[in-house]
């Protein structure tokens, strides 16, 4: 149950709805700061603003409806009625693209990539703040741990049924923390890659997919509340296309490199190890549903298989971008 902040005549003000809303703003002023320090472009940076508020609200109502459906009376009901229902981040995520995809298309910028850097780095912070709602709420949270009774890593709450009050762990305070974490990286890898020179629009973005990818292939995990596809109910959404976007990430960082400097015998034994990496992480999420006892073990070599996923990206990211010449692998 939502907790209500203010009460204005017969309308219900909940303090979740009032984190969101400091996360949305938070976004909006970390990404017109950064986007008019780079690109000087005032008409762009103000006209995919307002769009992608639009549109990410539609989407992330509708992402929600698709997984939640019995949540409301009907398709209708749930996008015209923003009263009360929830809301799913990957909308978010949808909407800012495709406004970014609109503004370039209309010739208001003509440097996609460096917009979706900004908004990558704003959109750290802006989750920073916004995952800080749920602790108004029950949602986003795992398991009951016994042996940890306070922050970071577990929150109370009641249980709706018994009443009984439950600690589980906090995913959505290591959710704000991760990304309060990356933000902090982002910014600082972005400003010292074009500093230098070497940077190159949209590698900020792409780090951003993979280590976010990452986290939330953990995270999500350890809901209780994830979102599922219909198709089947029990593979999450949200997981899926986290991986996607490390695979994305990975994938293009490696198609750079080849084109840089040709195919290497070394580079056989890096995507290798990025495979064998992402099978482990794969087998330790099977396992982990399977022996929920044994959670500590399985997510700890989970992330130890993504952060070698990660690790050896990011590297294949630096060997693309240095001069050859100055490179003592060939």
């Known amino acids: 149950m939502d907790q209500i902040a203010l009460i204005v005549g017969e309308t219900f003000i909940y303090w979740n ?98 917009m979706l850097d900004c908004m990558a780095i704003a959109g750290c912070a802006g989750m920073a703040v916004g995952r800080l709602a749920s602790f108004y709420n029950s949602s986003d949270r795992g398991q009951i741990i016994q042996s940890i009774q306070s922050l970071p890593f577990v929150y109370p709450v009641t249980n709706a049924v018994s009443g009984a009050l439950e600690y589980r762990l906090a995913t959505f305070v290591i959710q704000a923390m991760v990304a309060a974490v990356l933000f902090g990286a982002l910014a600082w890898f972005d400003w010292h890659s074009h500093r230098r020179g070497r940077g190159r629009d949209g590698d900020t973005c792409l780090v951003f997919l993979l280590c976010y990818g990452a986290s939330q292939v953990v995270l999500d995990s350890t809901r209780y509340d994830s979102l599922f596809f219909r198709s089947n109910g029990f593979v999450s959404m949200v997981q899926v296309l986290a991986a996607v976007a490390m695979a994305f990430s990975a994938v293009w960082f490696s198609v750079r490199l080849v084109k840089s400097r040709g195919f290497r015998w070394w580079n056989v034994p890096l995507w290798l190890l990025q495979l064998a990496a992402v099978g482990g992480a794969g087998y330790m999420e099977y396992y982990v549903q399977r022996r929920g006892n044994e959670a500590l073990f399985a997510y700890s070599v989970m992330s130890g298989c993504l952060l070698l996923v990660i690790g050896s990206a990011l590297l294949i990211r630096y060997l693309g971008s240095r001069p050859l010449e100055k490179n003592g692998i060939l």
Not at 24 to 36: Q, S
Not at 62 to 70: E, G, I, K, L, Q
Request: aromatic letters at 14%; glycine letters at 8%; proline letters at 2%.
């Open 17 to 114: 709805s009032i984190l969101l809303t400091a996360g949305a703003a938070v976004a909006i002023c970390f990404f017109l700061a950064c986007y008019l320090w780079k690109s000087g472009n005032a008409i762009a940076g103000f006209a995919v603003v307002p769009l992608a508020l639009v549109v990410s609200l539609g989407l992330a109502r509708f992402v929600h409806w698709y997984c939640r459906a019995d949540s409301y009376d009907s398709f209708a009901a749930a996008m015209t009625d923003y009263a009360s229902g929830g809301y799913a981040l990957l909308g978010v995520f949808a909407g800012c693209l495709l406004a970014a995809l609109v503004v370039r298309v209309l010739f208001l910028t003509r440097n996609l990539p460096q």
